[in-house]
Antibody
Framework: QVQLQESGPGLVKPSETLSLTCTVS????????WSWVRQPPGKGLEWIGN???????NYNSSLKSRLTISVDTSENKFSLRLTSVTAADTAVYYC??????????WGRGILVSVSA | QSLLTQPPSVSGAPGQRVSISCTGS?????????VHWYQQLPGKAPKLLIS???NRPSGVPDRFSGSKSGTSASLAISGLQADDEADYYC???????????FGGGTKLTVL
């Protein structure tokens, strides 16, 4: 079965760019939609956006101006890039497989802190 | 403020049955979009519990059940166990946002 693993820096400076990668194993990224969801410390879940293997994307409108989600079919992974980060972007970031209109497989999550 | 409203907390004794509500609007649940439920154990990633209002993925005990009516949905947990203590989130699609939306989450305490 599909497994997902997030990777990237755990600390990003304010105004800089947050970049994360999700590696897909046990399945091919050439199927389904792939998603990012985040959870600020002690708070609820927030959908960030989706990408399909063909490159089509769908973003949360509150993040759209700063957000890029892309897929790399050759390396079976997908990525998130969020620019001009502030402390409000501090969160655990999860990658997930999106099927139908729900998330059926989740990564373990990675905590990203925004601090100088 | 979430587009899907859940009670912040519920509690029950072992063996009892509890229910968690998820109230939406005409742009999400009321528009006919399905509701899905996730269980998040402390310090862990969310796990799919119920998809498409009522469907349990393989491996989810039948103590967990979902329902939907109008602009609301519910998750019921019967025969409460200590390891059911977790945060539970509902999720749907919202046409005004053109994307997924989550409820604010409900913390279940097993007394």
């Amino acid at each position: 079965q599909v497994q997902l693993q997030e990777s990237g820096p755990g600390l990003v400076k304010p105004s800089e760019t947050l970049s994360l990668t999700c590696t897909v194993s046990g399945g091919s990224v050439n199927s389904y939609y792939w998603s990012w969801v985040r959870q600020p410390p002690g708070k609820g879940l927030e959908w960030i956006g989706n990408v399909y293997h063909g490159g089509n994307t769908n973003y949360n409108s509150s993040l759209k101006s700063r957000l890029t989600i892309s897929v790399d079919t050759s390396e079976n992974k997908f990525s998130l890039r969020l620019t001009s980060v502030t402390a409000a972007d501090t969160a655990v970031y999860y990658c997930a497989k999106f099927v139908g209109d729900w998330f059926d497989v989740w990564g373990r999550g990675i905590l990203v802190s925004v601090s100088a | 403020q979430s587009l899907l409203t859940q009670p912040p907390s519920v509690s029950g004794a072992p063996g009892q049955r509890v229910s968690i509500s998820c109230t939406g609007s005409s742009s999400n649940v009321g528009a006919g979009y399905d509701v899905h439920w996730y269980q998040q154990l402390p310090g862990k990633a969310p796990k799919l519990l119920i998809s498409e209002n009522t469907n349990r993925p393989s491996g989810v005990p039948d103590r967990f059940s979902g329902s939907k009516s109008g602009t609301s949905a519910s998750l019921a947990i019967s025969g409460l166990q200590a390891d059911d203590e977790a945060d539970y989130y509902c999720q749907s699609y919202d046409s005004s946002l053109s994307g997924a939306v989550f409820g604010g989450g409900t913390k279940l305490t097993v007394l």
